[in-house]
């Protein structure tokens, strides 16, 4: 837009005076206030011992930088009469991804506490659904979705991290919109802390998206000249549906500074394996049979350090335990090393038991309201990382550990509890445990700059893009049932994109839920992402192991295309059909994963189309090369089969008729452009 219609912009979006309402015109802004006629939810509230409560900011400056790339507006503004300045910082890339983070600084002598400040942004009035995720253990990132009326949808999570019902992103859009059309507006609030996202819509006309920090009474005041920050809140905007948002913010992030570059490693984690019980025999024999199917990063979970024979002990003393490990773990890493895989190590360094060495010596350093601990959640405590000295302990320990071990590369960072009752120093304590944790991981990075970490907190309770500027993926849940982490990685693939989010194949038989899958269809769940294995791979057959053995290669060969590629997801009429897939950025080739994951109501589920593709273009559609195909319920497979060749304008309007497979069963095309 030609900078001198900005002045006509306005004018047209300004809306009328009415009766019955204020004199003069409401103009919504990034920070609503009551001095300008808002009455929803206050973009700032705070006080001075009960005064100055109500402010009235006016433009001091304004700055604008465009140097190429990313352009960033700064616009301070002041109030003088409760003495407080606002800074409000706004970056749009060059993708198209907004973020904006308000700053609060007190400029008067008298401490002034700060209760909420959340930026927000408007959304036109043709957003008339709104959508959301939430969810609990093992069942991460579950999708709600209704009608936007008048009034406020808040989603608060008060668990002193992202928490397992996290909305990653609040979406509204146009009635009816889907992965591949309608117009969404969504925001994200990166913050690893209590928070909250709003949508809010007035009897006035005004519809808002915001998001920031959720703040406990007392938790932020601030002293002369002290100065408070928002979270970043992200914002993104597309007109072709919830797969457009997720291509813009998957754009963003793959390009950031710190994305992981180099091939994600194929990864196993030994703790469906062999849990507790580590012997360093039967974990060799383990990466041996690691190494023969083509792992390429060995993990040992947790009980390897002192008292850790169970999970009710030990937490909090992160040495070696020498009953178990009398030479260390040395012999396991140059074992697994000496095949030339990556070798990695579960941490959680933010808890204790109240049975450690640790919380004997320093019970004070724990997380707590005055008089009582928290109650227990799976045996353990918070450490006060805001207390500097448990924080220098802490960091100490995990820096000697690195150091003492330079094979280890990789730290599976785990997280099992909510904060509950955090207190500091008589105070609420989750904004500066926050903080801590950030400077934590910030610091380790630091000291060991190729050192990868997961960000796992009982699963998927830590999923959100300020801990991800410190972690090189995700693990999306503790569940490996494929059913259950179809939906989940679905929708955690609404923000992330597939190379940040850990896919693992998991046993037979799911831990979590009892279900009982055939390996094709839990190693197509688990190759759209970083791919893994937590199962006992000794305890298979050879028959198996060379199944899972071309799963693997099938995952290596087309890892290129899926950790780069642009994900769509289908939306198909039939409830039991879940669809997905990655094309690659020239159209030149794609790869898409079909799942039956109930009966359906008609015979055959009906023609799915393959979304993505240049319609220009002819390509050639096939199952996947090299992998058993599933069992289908039918008497004679689909003409088109073993292979088609159309163009793809007919593939993603008419589609193709697939096998009637039976449910929780699977099927995985590989697409090739031929001209």
Not at 266 to 281: G, M, Q, R, S
Not at 289 to 315: K, N, P, Q, S
Not at 327 to 342: D, F, K, N, S, T
């Amino acid at each position: 837009m030609p900078a001198d219609d900005l002045p006509a912009l306005v004018d047209a979006t300004v809306p009328p005076v009415v009766p019955s309402s204020f004199d003069a015109p409401t103009v919504l802004s990034l920070l609503p206030e009551a001095s300008a006629g808002w009455s929803g939810r206050p973009g700032l509230a705070g006080h001075r011992a009960g005064h100055d409560w109500s402010t009235a900011f006016r433009l001091d400056s304004l700055d604008v930088d465009d140097p190429g790339g990313a352009a960033r507006v700064s616009v301070r503004a002041t109030d003088p009469g409760v003495g407080l300045t606002l800074t409000v910082e706004i970056t749009l890339d060059p993708v198209g991804v907004l973020t904006v983070r308000h700053r609060l600084r007190n400029d008067a002598d008298q401490p002034y506490e700060v209760r909420e400040l959340t930026p927000v942004l408007p959304v036109p009035p043709v957003a008339t659904e709104l959508l959301d995720l939430t969810g609990r253990w093992c069942r991460e990132r579950a999708p709600q979705r209704h009608t936007w009326s008048q009034g406020a949808w808040v989603r608060e999570g008060r668990h002193g991290r992202t928490g397992h019902d996290a909305t990653l992103l609040l979406v509204a859009g146009t009635a009816g919109f889907g992965f591949g059309h309608g117009e969404v507006w969504a925001v994200h609030t990166a913050w690893s802390g209590d928070h909250v996202t709003v949508a809010e819509r007035r009897p006035t006309g005004e519809s808002t998206l915001g998001g920031g920090e959720l703040l406990a009474p007392g938790e932020i005041v601030l002293g002369p000249g002290d100065e408070y920050a928002t979270p970043l809140l992200y914002a993104v905007h597309s007109p072709a549906g919830l797969d457009g948002l997720s291509d813009l913010l998957h754009t963003h992030l793959r390009a950031r500074p710190g994305h992981p570059r180099t091939p994600r490693p194929v990864t196993l984690n030994v703790w469906e394996a062999v849990y507790f019980d580590h012997d360093l025999d039967r974990l060799r024999t383990l990466a041996d049979r690691a190494a023969e199917v083509g792992v390429e990063r060995f993990v040992l979970d947790d009980g390897w350090f002192t008292g850790r024979r169970h999970d009710r002990a030990g937490l909090g003393d992160w040495q070696v335990d020498a009953d178990v490990w009398p030479a260390g773990l040395g012999p396991l890493i140059e074992h697994v090393r000496g095949h030339g895989m990556q070798f990695g190590l579960w941490v959680e360094p933010e808890m204790v038991n109240p049975d450690s060495e640790l919380y004997r010596a320093h019970p004070d350093w724990v997380l707590a309201a005055p008089g009582r601990l928290p109650l227990p959640w799976r045996h353990q405590q918070v450490l006060d990382l805001a207390n500097p000295a448990a924080y220098a302990h802490l960091l100490g320990r995990l820096d000697a550990l690195l150091t003492g071990n330079p094979g280890i590369s990789y730290l599976k960072w785990d997280h099992n509890r909510d904060l509950t009752e955090a207190g500091h120093a008589g105070r609420p304590g989750v904004h500066a445990q926050t903080l801590a944790a950030y400077r934590l991981f910030d610091e380790l990075r630091a000291r060991h700059p190729h050192l990868e970490i997961e960000s796992c907190s009982s699963g998927g309770a830590r999923v959100d893009l300020e801990i991800l500027r410190r972690t090189d993926r995700v693990w999306a849940s503790d569940t490996n049932d494929a059913l259950e982490r179809l939906s989940i990685q679905r929708w955690t693939g609404l923000l992330l994109p597939p190379e940040l989010v850990g896919t693992h194949i998991g046993p037979g038989r799911s831990h979590t839920t009892g279900r009982v899958h055939t390996l094709g269809f839990r190693a197509v769940t688990a190759l759209f992402g970083h791919h893994g294995i937590e199962w006992d791979i000794v305890a298979i057959d050879a028959e198996e192991r060379a199944e899972l053995t071309a799963w693997v290669a099938l995952h290596k060969r087309l890892r290129p295309l899926l950790h780069t590629g642009r994900v769509v997801r289908f939306d198909h009429p039939d409830p039991a059909v879940q669809a997905h897939g990655v094309v690659a950025h020239d159209r030149s080739r794609a790869v898409y994963a079909v799942s039956r994951v109930a009966t359906s109501g008609t015979q055959t589920p009906g023609p799915v189309r393959l979304p993505g593709l240049d319609p220009t273009r002819r390509y050639a559609v096939r199952p996947a090369d090299g992998v058993p195909q599933p069992a289908a319920m039918q008497i004679t497979e689909p003409r088109w089969l073993p292979g088609v060749t159309l163009g793809g304008a007919v593939l993603a309007t008419v589609g193709l008729h697939l096998p009637a497979l039976h449910p929780e069963q699977a099927l995985l095309l590989e697409v090739d452009a031929v001209d």
